[in-house]
């Protein structure tokens, strides 16, 4: 390989630039994911529409900033503020929304249980938050990292409730459906650690072998809710997908497990113990 391609490469794998295409492809994903769970109502009030847009606009700002990051670095940063802190506004937005379908009006776990899931707009405010942080905090400090990896605790905390609310509406009919919650509940009780305590890089190690593993659940549980939806009630499968189970929600997983090994892989080169 060439100096000029071994430098290409290392300028992919900078840590400013791994968060801020996670955060691209994560907002512009999230079209896909909107589209599905508000069809459910066939997008019944129109500010459903909200995240749908800025989810299909907001990553070609982005993308623009990073195209001229290293001649007008200022542009990428005003881009990246005006897109993190609108997602932000735009999770919270939802989720006072998804609340006040029903949790307002009764204040009971059932009612909470059986609205709108008031935790998924929380995605965008984790997004805009990281796009904030990175052009806040020096990517190449010690806390750069640590905020990447409060990030990403906070977003398995929110697969913890997710996870433990989706799978309440049926009583967990199926055994299986605690797999989720479990995985969930370890993630969180790893990762909380090293935010806690000076760590080694072994711990460090083990993290992230625990976050592989909330991969493999994470896809497991993809096969398992697609089966579920190919084998629905309604001969339309598009009918299955929206009504049934969501064939996007297991990879929370993977998703989140990428954002904590970025930071996990960050923490174990700046540790000094092994």
């Known amino acids: 390989m060439d100096e000029n391609k071994l430098r290409r490469l290392k300028s992919w794998l900078q840590p400013f630039f791994l968060i801020e295409a996670f955060c691209l492809v994560n907002i512009g994903f999230m079209t896909l994911d909107i589209y599905l769970a508000h069809s459910a109502n066939e997008f019944r009030r129109k500010a459903e529409y909200i995240p749908l847009y800025f989810s299909m606009i907001a990553p070609f700002f982005l993308l623009a900033g990073l195209a001229v990051r290293k001649r007008w670095k200022a542009v990428w940063t005003d881009f990246g503020y005006l897109v993190g802190w609108g997602s932000i506004a735009v999770g919270l937005t939802g989720v006072i929304l998804h609340l006040d379908s029903s949790f307002f009006y009764e204040r009971t776990i059932k009612s909470l249980t059986y609205s709108a899931p008031f935790a998924a707009p929380l995605a965008y405010v984790g997004l805009g938050f990281l796009l904030v942080m990175n052009r806040m905090i020096e990517h190449e400090s010690p806390e750069w990292a640590q905020w990447v990896l409060f990030m990403t605790l906070g977003g398995f905390f929110g697969n913890?409730?997710?996870?433990?609310?989706?799978?309440?509406?049926?009583?967990?009919?199926?055994?299986?459906?605690?797999?989720?919650v479990g995985a969930s509940a370890i993630a969180v009780g790893f990762l909380v650690t090293p935010l806690l305590m000076r760590v080694s890089r072994r711990f460090l190690s083990l993290c992230m072998a625990v976050l592989l593993a909330e991969v493999c659940v994470g896809l497991w549980g993809f096969f398992l809710h697609t089966e579920r939806n190919l084998h629905g009630p309604s001969t339309i499968l598009f009918k299955n997908v929206i009504y049934g189970a969501a064939p996007l929600a297991p990879m929370l997983f993977p998703n989140l497990a990428v954002l904590g090994l970025i930071a996990l892989w960050r923490l174990r080169e700046l540790a000094e113990s092994p």
Do not use: M, R
């Open 160 to 180: 913890f409730v997710i996870s433990l609310v989706d799978h309440a509406e049926n009583g967990f009919f199926y055994p299986l459906e605690w797999v989720a």
